[in-house]
């Protein structure tokens, strides 16, 4: 097995969004904003390769919307999924299974692309597997209000259409060993219904992909819980959870939306879970 981190474009948030009902004196120690009050985010996905499986978790917000919507993410930087997958040699021809955390349009957006005329999408991995699960999958394309700007529907239904979509098996628990894929997933219902944390196993350290039940390292503290969580009062309980598994098992935590770190460990302290270390993948693997 092998991993390669997949940088597909830096935007912005509203701070004041991204930390809910925590005060800005507060969480702009860790993220400071800047005039408009918008903090830096990261779209940070995961390319594992795996036998003759090449499987990529979560995809970015894309790049088939208009300048209007974008115009809301102020993004910055030079970053793209296509070029990340090119600095290691691969293509979106060459991955063989996307699986997405969840549906939001800055997790998946990348999965599907216009068409050559522009008349329709089709799938950006025409070679891919898409997998989700049935529980979040029904919730995605029956939304509720509070999430309906975030599933946009033609970064979700090209994949049922073209046939290439697929579901994990329910879980039992909040935690599956996954038969379909090649890790465990953790199922967390705070932020979403059944969003999934790849769970991986890679040079004798086990990797959680934390996608937004951890978006930032400024989101430690169990009450910085984001405004876009449709369960805040669960999200909760199972950061707290998840977190101090994440200090008994030393576990590694992979960073979709931090722009400013990549990789994390944390530690018990007498103020709760906080961060350890921050690691570049490089410094860890290479």
């Not at 070029?83 to 063989?96: A, E, P, Q, R």
């Not at 090209?158 to 199922?187: C, H, N, R, T, Y």
């Not at 200090?247 to 400013?260: C, G, I, Q, R, W």
Request: charged fraction near 25%; hydrophobic fraction near 35%; proline fraction near 5%.
């Amino acid at each position: 097995m092998k991993l390669y981190p997949i940088e597909t474009g830096n935007f912005k948030l509203d701070g004041g969004a991204m930390f809910g009902v925590v005060p800005k004196s507060l969480w702009s120690r860790t993220n400071p904003a800047d005039a408009n009050n918008m903090i830096e985010m990261a779209a940070r996905c995961l390319l594992i390769e795996h036998g003759d499986r090449l499987t990529l978790i979560d995809t970015g917000m894309g790049n088939k919307q208009s300048d209007k919507f974008y115009s809301y993410y102020y993004r910055w930087g030079d970053f793209s999924l296509e070029n990340s997958l090119k600095k290691y040699g691969f293509h979106t021809d060459d991955v063989t299974d996307v699986f997405m955390t969840h549906l939001h349009f800055d997790h998946c957006g990348g999965s599907v692309q216009w068409n050559k005329d522009r008349t329709g999408y089709e799938p950006a991995f025409k070679n891919a597997t898409f997998w989700s699960n049935a529980r979040h999958w029904d919730w995605a394309v029956n939304p509720n209000r509070r999430e309906r700007a975030s599933f946009l529907k033609e970064n979700i239904i090209p994949m049922q259409e073209s046939g290439q979509l697929k579901f994990v098996s329910d879980p039992s628990g909040d935690f599956s060993e996954a038969e379909e894929m090649d890790f465990g997933i953790f199922f967390a219902d705070g932020h979403t219904e059944k969003q999934m944390l790849p769970q991986i196993s890679y040079k004798g350290k086990t990797i959680v992909f934390v996608a937004d039940l951890l978006p930032t390292a400024g989101h430690l503290p169990i009450p910085y819980v984001m405004g876009y969580d449709t369960r805040p009062l669960l999200t909760l309980p199972e950061k707290e959870k998840f977190l101090n598994a994440a200090a008994d098992n030393n576990y590694y935590l992979f960073l979709e939306h931090d722009a400013h770190n990549e990789i994390i460990t944390v530690k018990h302290t007498d103020k709760g879970v906080r961060l350890d270390e921050s690691f570049t993948f490089d410094e860890l693997f290479n």
